[in-house]
């Protein structure tokens, strides 16, 4: 008599092995010359807190960068006004020395735009005000 073989089923069709996935796309080493352009804007909103001492360092700074202070109508007939003295002690400094001078930050605004030869701009706004009890 035909005794069935149960030590040893039948074979049954196995799963296809799955594909090993594939290795990390290595990026060339030599640098990609993308044509990207960036522009950097940033702007700090200052407050006079001292109006003498931002004249006063002024027109020291006017002797040392006279071009400069020219620029904003500054002559030895013409002496700075305060909305210009305040400039050129911008253009000059930093924006952590302007405190020391008369001049506080209530606002900083950096704008970033990037892109290539082939997209639309992309644009990044990042602003922050310091905060009033520092």
């Known amino acids: 008599m035909n ?6 089923p039948d074979p049954r069709p196995s799963a296809a092995p799955s594909p090993a996935p594939a290795p990390p796309r290595q990026l060339p080493r030599r640098p990609l010359d993308l044509r990207v352009r960036t522009r950097r ?4 909103e200052l407050v006079v807190d001292d109006p003498g001492k931002v004249l006063d360092h002024a027109q020291r700074a006017a002797l040392t960068a006279p071009d400069t202070a020219a ?3 500054h002559s030895p007939t013409t002496p700075l006004t305060l909305p210009a003295a305040a400039a050129l002690l911008c253009a000059l400094h930093e924006p952590g020395e302007l405190a020391a001078m008369g001049l506080r930050l209530t606002r900083h605004t950096t704008h970033v735009t990037a892109s290539d030869q082939q997209t639309e701009p992309v644009s990044l706004e990042l602003s922050y005000a310091p905060d009033p009890e520092a």
Not at 3 to 8: A, F, G, K, M
Not at 41 to 44: A, S
């Open 71 to 73: 620029v904003l109508g």
């Open 3 to 8: 005794r069935p073989n149960l030590t040893h």
């Open 41 to 44: 804007i940033q702007v700090e």
